[in-house]
């Protein structure tokens, strides 16, 4: 279990919208979109090593990450939904795949996975995992603004309660509060 937490916050990282240095440094720019889109020599050794062991969660969230740093959004969700499978209980994959979903612009989705990121969160990691929380219920609040206003309500209470400066949420909370 401390590999998996030791994971968690080098996804934290990543999940935070940290992007790799050298990957941005080293990148020509009239060549990034042919990079991404032909052979990446990182994802290809990390799919090497899986397939050599399927079971290996650390590679799979480094190949996920990666996938994710080229904007492969649905070979990201595939790789999260794969760790979810093998470490159900491992929050961050939930979040993970939610973010993916949602920059793929699958909406519905994102929600789901967002829900069951917060419904994953163990009570011992919430303190670590306040910045993820917070966005995750403001995301749903902002979602369920129309649909349903009383929930929306409850998330962006809960959302400002994980993180007070997030103008966005403050400012959504006034809002349906109003």
Not at 11 to 39: K, R, Y
Not at 53 to 59: F, G, I, Q, Y
Request: proline fraction near 5%; hydrophobic fraction near 35%.
């Amino acid at each position: 279990m401390s590999k998996i937490n030791s994971r968690s916050l080098f996804l934290g990282l990543i999940l935070a919208g940290s992007v790799s240095f050298v990957n941005a440094q080293t990148t020509q720019p009239e060549t990034a979109a042919t990079t991404t889109q032909t052979t990446n020599p990182t994802i290809e050794g990390l799919k090497k090593q899986i397939e050599a062991n399927p079971k290996d969660a650390e590679s799979m969230a480094k190949l996920a990450a990666a996938y994710q740093e080229a904007s492969d959004w649905p070979n990201a969700i595939d790789t999260w939904k794969k760790i979810s499978v093998l470490l159900p209980d491992w929050a961050p994959s939930y979040y993970s795949q939610a973010y993916a979903y949602q920059s793929a612009k699958d909406d519905a989705n994102a929600k789901i996975a967002y829900e069951k990121y917060i419904a994953t969160v163990k009570p011992e990691e919430v303190e670590q995992n306040k910045k993820n929380l917070a966005y995750a219920y403001f995301y749903l609040a902002f979602t369920e603004q129309k649909t349903d206003p009383n929930k929306a309500k409850e998330h962006i209470a809960k959302s400002i309660q994980y993180d007070p400066s997030n103008q966005d949420a403050v400012k959504l909370s006034k809002a349906l509060n109003s």
